[in-house]
């Protein structure tokens, strides 16, 4: 289970956050990821700093990025979580991919979060009610990547009132963990795909489109966790599609007497995805294979003069112990989501 904060200035999220973590529950913060991210670049840690830091990167990478991270740490762990410092709806609903993610608002009215600042008297904090006002509407804005917390609190789907004692607030907590871990069991889980299995799935879609029905496979190529190449099964651009007039076969007689046919009209998808990628002046050095199919001899070959250090293959293919040794010796990784065995159609 994840719970989420959100709430005005000196409403009493650390507070909250404090005892969940007292509570048993591991706590992140988004602002934290913004302080690590300043720490790496050598710049001083001020609230500036950090508005600026964070904006950079919803800019750069969407304005969910530091609630996507948070739940990609999330995910590989267990336990209950305590998420801070959402600022803006897409790193909520990042979060909610969860499914058994909360969004709370604690809310305290402005006279008495005013208290609260000139008791703890922080530097930083406003030293005037208008001054409060101020800083609380430049941290909500309506759009853009910088901090949305009014459109945050929109989406809360629950509100705890802190106008009280703290005792107050801890027992209306103690209630609250107990009635979203009882909502929670009855929640199913949503759980993200591995990248492995994102990319192995848009092998899957690009395999639709080839064109030989003796095997309708695909492979990508990826980078960084970036696409740079995909390809399937198929002619020549300009030839003729087995689809459309048949197979061009080819027997092949091997040194053990064994007898095998061969489809010789299209090229494999390993074939097609590296001539794109040297069409388009991309490198594929130090990239990694996605395939249906563990490759061929001779797509193999190829895959290691490319440079490509790692194969990841849905099935293993009939015939591919040569390649299997190749990439051994070549110091490819190769790895198997399914151990079963496939051949192409009529082999």
Known sequence: ?????????????????????????????????????????????????????????????????????????????????????????AEAKALKKHGHFFLVEVRSPINVRFVRIKQRNRESDPKTLQELKEKEKMESQESGPGQQLTNVIKLAEIVVMNDKTIKELRKKIDKLTDALRNKAEKLPVYVRPSWDEYFMGIVDAVSKRATCDRGRTAVVLVKDKIIISTGYVGSPIGALHCDDVGHLMKKVIHEDGSVSQHCMRTNHAEMNAVALAAKNGVSIDEATLYCKLAPCYTCAKMVVNAGIRRVVCQKRYHADKESMELFRNARVVVEVLDNTVEAYKNQ
């Open 1 to 89: 289970m994840i719970i989420g904060l959100t709430g005005m200035y000196a409403s009493g999220k650390d507070s909250v956050a404090e005892y969940l973590v007292a509570k048993g529950f591991k706590h992140i913060s988004l602002s934290d990821m913004l302080r690590e991210e300043l720490n790496k670049r050598g710049t001083e840690i001020t609230r500036d700093n950090l508005i600026n830091v964070g904006n950079e990167l919803r800019e750069k990478c969407g304005h969910g990025i530091l609630g996507e991270r948070a739940l990609e740490s999330i995910e590989a762990k267990e336990g209950d979580y305590i998420v801070t410092s959402i600022r803006t709806p």
